[in-house]
């Protein structure tokens, strides 16, 4: 039930792009995305719902396939900033609240 | 505004003892989670409060875990007779709705000797 991410961890240099996957094996209504900074709460990133919505408030971006059940999030021009553990988080039916956090992804960007 | 606060931040207990975990979220937010984040994982859904609907506790371990909701809006978890791997960090975030996003506390670290 928990969905899956790839890769488990990624090293960039600044300026590189990368992309996060999140694979679930049931249907979503929504995919959420944060980022959690060591020994910090995570922060939120994006929500993608049903139907193409998309709600963020960061430049990164992101898809959702609701047929394959898997959502990717790019991250273009990585900044330093971008270091940190990258978590989606599935929603399977609408209204439920509750979501299912995949292992995180590990992104380390480097000078 | 005030962010969400919880407390205390650090715990260290006694394998057996009862500890309470406290979650003060955003004024406001009608939904409210908790989470269990263990040393390099991921984050395990625990328990979810939306407003006057029973909370959805699908996500507690065992029957040790328990979690009440005051007033619609700060919540405690409690765990009786800790085990050691309870040991984690406890996570509470609220959000204005469900499906929209949550914001985290700093956690409350819980060491269970």
């Known amino acids: 039930q928990q969905p899956v991410q790839s890769p488990q961890a990624v090293i960039l240099r600044e300026g590189e792009d990368a992309v996060i996957n999140c694979s679930s094996s049931?249907?979503?209504?929504?995919v959420h995305w944060y980022r959690q900074k060591h020994g910090e709460a995570p922060v939120f990133l994006m929500i993608?719902?049903?139907?193409?919505e998309q709600k963020g408030h960061e430049k990164i971006s992101a898809s959702f396939n609701e047929k394959k059940q898997q959502s990717s999030l790019y991250l273009t021009a990585s900044q330093l900033s971008y270091s940190g553990t990258y978590f989606c988080?599935?929603?399977?039916?609408?209204?439920?609240?509750?979501?299912?956090f995949g292992q995180g992804t590990t992104l380390q960007v480097k000078p | 505004g005030a962010g969400v606060s919880q407390s205390p931040s650090n715990k260290v207990t006694e394998k057996g003892k009862d500890v309470e975990l406290r979650c003060d979220p955003i004024?406001?937010?009608?939904?409210l989670y908790w989470y269990r984040q263990s040393l390099g994982q991921g984050l395990e859904f625990l328990i979810y409060?939306?407003?006057?609907?029973?909370?959805?506790k699908s996500g507690l371990p065992s029957d040790r875990f328990s979690a009440e909701r005051t007033g619609g809006s700060v919540s405690t978890l409690t765990i009786q007779r800790t085990q050691q791997e309870d040991s984690a960090v406890y996570l509470c975030?609220?959000?204005?709705?469900?499906?929209?996003?949550?914001?985290f506390g700093p956690g409350t670290r819980l060491t269970v000797t």
């Open positions: 975030a609220s959000s204005l709705d469900n499906s929209y996003e949550q914001y």
């Open positions: 049931k249907a979503l209504y929504s």
């Open positions: 993608l719902l049903k139907g193409g």
């Open positions: 988080g599935t929603e399977i039916s609408s209204n439920t609240g509750k979501l299912i």
């Open positions: 004024s406001g937010h009608t939904a």
């Open positions: 409060f939306q407003g006057n609907s029973a909370p959805d």
